[in-house]
């Protein structure tokens, strides 16, 4: 079980030893499987909700993900790191939805928006700033070509 998606690992990192590749969890197994059954989406955070921010991010600017990568020529929203970090949580909650069989990201998501990590002016910040999360199923190809 899973030989295939050890092989894929194995091309993928060809230096990685048979003892290592005999430490990969049957969850990062089933995550690899993932990709050969051709579940490629991209994670779209649209701002649409921003106030004092100061880097400027405002409604409508987005962030475009493909897999852990941030797509800097489709994303319109400058690299904020308070921005960008609660976006991990929803790169790992749609990993696990995905090892679990979810046919529709956007129907089985735990949470349907991301809030960056300033405060707000309200609870002792400055900015706040809220994005709405979706996925959109897209081809191999696509998938490695914004990724490369």
């Given at each position: 079980m899973y030989e295939e998606e050890r092989e894929?690992?194995?091309n993928k990192f060809p230096s990685m030893t048979a003892e290592e590749q005999?430490?990969?969890s049957?969850?990062?197994l089933r995550w690899a499987a993932r990709f050969k059954k051709g579940m490629y989406y991209r994670m779209v955070a649209e701002c649409i909700y921003s106030k004092?921010?100061?880097l400027g991010i405002k409604?409508?600017?987005k962030y475009v993900v493909y897999g852990a990568l941030v797509n800097k020529q489709e994303s319109t929203a400058p690299h904020c790191l308070l921005a960008l970090a609660p976006l991990v949580e929803h790169y790992n909650l749609f990993n696990d939805r995905m090892l679990?069989?979810?046919d529709d990201p956007n129907q089985e998501r735990l949470f349907e928006t991301s809030i960056c990590l300033?405060?707000?002016i309200d609870d002792g910040g400055l900015g706040r700033v809220r994005?709405?999360?979706t996925y959109e199923k897209i081809s191999k190809e696509e998938w490695m070509a914004k990724r490369s």
């Amino acid at each position: 079980m899973y030989e295939e998606e050890r092989e894929f690992l194995k091309n993928k990192f060809p230096s990685m030893t048979a003892e290592e590749q005999g430490k990969i969890s049957p969850g990062l197994l089933r995550w690899a499987a993932r990709f050969k059954k051709g579940m490629y989406y991209r994670m779209v955070a649209e701002c649409i909700y921003s106030k004092f921010c100061t880097l400027g991010i405002k409604e409508g600017d987005k962030y475009v993900v493909y897999g852990a990568l941030v797509n800097k020529q489709e994303s319109t929203a400058p690299h904020c790191l308070l921005a960008l970090a609660p976006l991990v949580e929803h790169y790992n909650l749609f990993n696990d939805r995905m090892l679990q069989g979810c046919d529709d990201p956007n129907q089985e998501r735990l949470f349907e928006t991301s809030i960056c990590l300033d405060r707000g002016i309200d609870d002792g910040g400055l900015g706040r700033v809220r994005f709405k999360i979706t996925y959109e199923k897209i081809s191999k190809e696509e998938w490695m070509a914004k990724r490369s």
